[in-house]
Nanobody
Framework: QVQLVESGGGLVQPGGSLRLSCLCS????KSWLMEWFRQAPGKQRE????????????NYSESVKGRFTISRDNAKNTLYLQMNNLATEDTGVYYC?????WGGGTQVPVVS
């Protein structure tokens, strides 16, 4: 069965860095367009960026461009989101997805 499980979230200070993981099972991430989203409190879910089937990261949102990087480890069937220079505005629940399936999310509070 298809599963996406995010991990790596947790309290981080402004200016800090964090790497989120999305461990996938039931399918190969090499065969599907993968995406990272986030949802800040009281706001709509926001697309952060994509990883194509050929390994290209693209379509980063303006709010995270230059600070966040999507990568993958095909052997581990895991998608990553490296987040640098975090700000309080980055606080929210972070999700990975493929077409038709969402992970359960991982909390990222950016707090002084």
């Amino acid at each position: 069965q298809v599963q996406l499980v995010e991990s790596g979230g947790g309290l981080v200070q402004p200016g800090g860095s964090l790497r989120l993981s999305c461990l996938c099972s039931g399918f190969s991430i090499k065969s599907w367009l993968m995406e990272w989203f986030r949802q800040a409190p009281g706001k709509q879910r926001e697309l952060l960026g994509m990883m194509t089937t050929d390994g290209t990261d693209k379509n980063y949102s303006e709010s995270v461009k230059g600070r966040f990087t999507i990568s993958r480890d095909n052997a581990k069937n895991t998608l990553y989101l490296q987040m640098n220079n975090l700000a309080t505005e980055d606080t929210g629940v972070y999700y990975c997805r493929r077409h038709g399936f969402w992970g359960g999310g991982t909390q990222v509070p950016v707090v002084s």
